[in-house]
């Protein structure tokens, strides 16, 4: 990862120009795709990722209890397949289709699409932070009695880019101090860095 920075006399939310200029993002698309599908791709103020064919879904078979210090794997199904069926009231991770590297003065914010939030499909990811990279993992909740589709390699939220206050970088940006989901791969699961650590990823 090249570290850079947008260059900007004062913050504020990037708009599509500035996006396609300044925000690393593979594969890129240059214009918002609708017709027939969720949308997906560069809009006025912001950028609406895919969601890639792969998640984990949430299972109680084994009984166990979800510790987010010691995430075990069998607390998830994985399935892979271009329409997920997301049962009622459950929850799956899932990781985009694009892959991104974030200025170092410039933070990303993920809100969830109309389409699927009218549906009852809410989407959280944490604030992308300066200086990450990766793929982003994603956070599906069926919040309705109803099993739900999820379409992939479709359009499931949109990212807004902020720049700092006058355009300026943080001290500290999450490569400078390793954060632990620096340069993720894809979909990854909780887990919190011990002293004994010898990597942090």
């Not at 609406?48 to 792969?54: F, G, P, S």
């Not at 166990?64 to 271009?82: A, L």
């Not at 700092?164 to 887990?191: E, H, I, V």
């Amino acid at each position: 990862m090249i570290r850079t920075t947008v260059p900007l006399d004062s913050g504020g939310i990037l708009p599509d120009f500035m996006i396609k200029r300044h925000i690393r993002i593979e594969p890129f698309v240059d214009k918002l795709v609708s017709e027939g599908v969720t949308s997906y791709g560069l809009s006025s103020f912001g950028y609406d990722i895919r969601v890639a064919n792969k998640f984990k879904v949430f299972t109680n078979v084994h009984g166990e209890t979800i510790d987010p210090k010691n995430m075990k794997s069998n607390c998830f199904v994985d399935i892979e397949t271009d329409v997920l069926i997301l049962p009622p009231n459950s929850f799956a991770l899932a990781e985009t289709v694009e892959y991104f590297e974030m200025p170092d003065n410039v933070l990303a914010i993920c809100v969830g699409k109309s389409t699927y939030a009218r549906c009852g499909i809410i989407v959280n990811v944490t604030p992308i932070e300066p200086g990450w990279c990766g793929k982003i993992t994603l956070e599906l909740s069926n919040t309705t009695s109803l099993p739900a589709r999820i379409y992939a390699n479709e359009g499931i939220s949109q990212l807004l880019f902020i720049a700092g206050a006058d355009g300026m970088s943080c001290d500290t940006t999450y490569a400078d101090r390793a954060g632990k989901y620096q340069n993720q791969k894809g979909l990854t699961l909780p887990f919190v860095v011990h002293s004994s650590d010898t990597k942090k990823e």
